[in-house]
Structures are given as C-alpha cells and as structure tokens.
C-alpha cells in the first residue's frame, strides 16, 4: 500500500472497533503505559497519515473490559478509500483489536456527544467444571443465585433515578440522573447473564449494579433494599465492584 500521497483535506471517519480488553488498562490513554485500546489505534493511524491523529471514542471502558461495537471517530488527511483504511488498521493493530468498519461521517459526527444509547452485557459463569476457554470473559460464581430475586430488584432500578449510590467517583460533579430502560436477567446453560440498556452509564456502573444484584441473589441484600439504596446516594451502601473479565459493550445506539 502506497502512503507516499499529496496532502489531503481533513475528513471525519467512523470506526467500529471489536476488542478484548484483558491485556489493556482501558480505552482511555494512561499515563507511563501504552497499553490501551484508544492509544494504538491511534499510533497506527498516525503512522499511516504521518501526522498525529486522536481518536475520540464514545465511552471509556475500563481495563480489562471487552467490547464488540465500540464506536469512535477521528480526523484522517488521506487518499486511501475506507475499506484500505481498515485494511491497513487491522494489518498492524494487535490481534485481539479488530476494525469491523471505517465510513465517512459528517464534520459534525462525534462518537460520544452523538450517542444516544448504549447496551452491555455482564457474563457469569455457573457452571460446575473451570470455564477454561470463557475464563477471560465471564466472572464465576460459587454459587447459583436466585434470578426471580434478582428480576424483582431490577424492576426497582428500571427507569430514571440518581444512580450517585452505583458511581465509583466520589468527586463526580456532573448529573448522576441517568435512565436505564432494560435489564434483562437469564440463565442459559452454564452462564447468567445481565444486559443494560440506557442512555448513559457512570464510571464502574454497571459493575457495580451487577455486584448488587449477586448480593440479592445470594440473600445478603433484599431486593427492596434497591429502594433505600437509591434514596441514600452512598456508594458504600451498595454491593460490591464486579470483576471486569465479564463485561463487555455490546452497542451503541445514534440516529
């Protein structure tokens, strides 16, 4: 692939990006690592363009959380068509982060500030053997925890409310009023898994519902407790951070 190209006016890209994020500290550039999703995608692109290029992802997963649609946007100066630019990514990228697919989008087209929705899924594994081939994506119980339980506090957390009691920033200073319209709880064999869908999630959310729900489940918690739990806005009074091997963003919802 010929790079050698007269410069090219600044158009704005769409990828879609599938990845495993057990060896990464998140989407997010670290400091003194270069070790995350955001950070070689862009190295890769900057080598591709010969100038520096940001990525603009439409969240932050956490390290160690998966993704298959992660959606981000960057401004490219390039002759090469969409499909030569996913072809590029994936030939130097690592194995275990994929570009599904490169458009043009529109110069106002911006991954998170035009995201509407998003949908994750937590897996559990509660099976009785080692998950030796799922053990980098899902989170094993000991135990089987009671799904009815855990449905009748779902109901409790479906819809709009102050999540501040399931957010792990204590110095959060922007709205923690977010809707959560779905949560779906099922058992499938050897595996339990929970997907949400809502407009927004905060930092560590959707771990944190998880280890609440499991606290339900096992009995240490009542699923009316969700109510109180809500009104109090303390993150100490929730349940515990899930680990993040069994999270992953399933989807992001714009126009």
Request: neutral net charge.
């Amino acid at each position: 692939m010929n790079l050698e190209q007269e410069k090219q006016p600044k158009k704005n890209y769409r990828l879609t990006i599938s990845y495993d994020g057990t060896r990464y500290f998140g989407w997010e550039h670290q400091p003194n690592t270069d070790m995350t999703i955001q950070g070689k995608i862009e190295t890769v692109l900057s080598r591709m363009t010969g100038e520096d290029v940001e990525v603009l992802g439409a969240g932050r997963t956490d390290a160690g959380v998966h993704a298959k649609a992660m959606v981000a946007n960057c401004f490219l100066s390039t002759a090469l068509t969409e499909q030569e630019i996913k072809e590029y990514l994936n030939q130097y990228l690592p194995d275990d982060i994929c570009i599904t697919n490169v458009s043009s989008a529109g110069p106002r087209f911006h991954a998170r500030y035009n995201a509407l929705g998003k949908t994750y899924c937590y897996t559990c594994y509660i099976g009785e053997n080692k998950p030796i081939f799922n053990r980098k994506y899902v989170y094993r119980l000991e135990n089987r925890p009671n799904i009815d339980k855990m449905k009748s506090a779902a109901s409790y957390l479906t819809g709009e409310h102050d999540f501040a009691a399931f957010c792990s920033n204590p110095k959060m200073k922007k709205s923690t009023v977010r809707t959560v319209d779905l949560i779906e709880i099922s058992a499938n064999g050897d595996f339990l898994t929970f997907t949400f869908h809502g407009n927004g999630f905060l930092q560590h959310m959707v771990r944190i519902l998880v280890g609440t729900l499991l606290e339900v489940g096992f009995g240490t918690r009542t699923p009316e407790s969700i109510l109180t739990l809500l009104e109090k806005k303390d993150r100490k009074e929730a349940g515990p951070t899930a680990p993040a091997c069994g999270l992953c963003l399933i989807s992001i919802d714009y126009h």
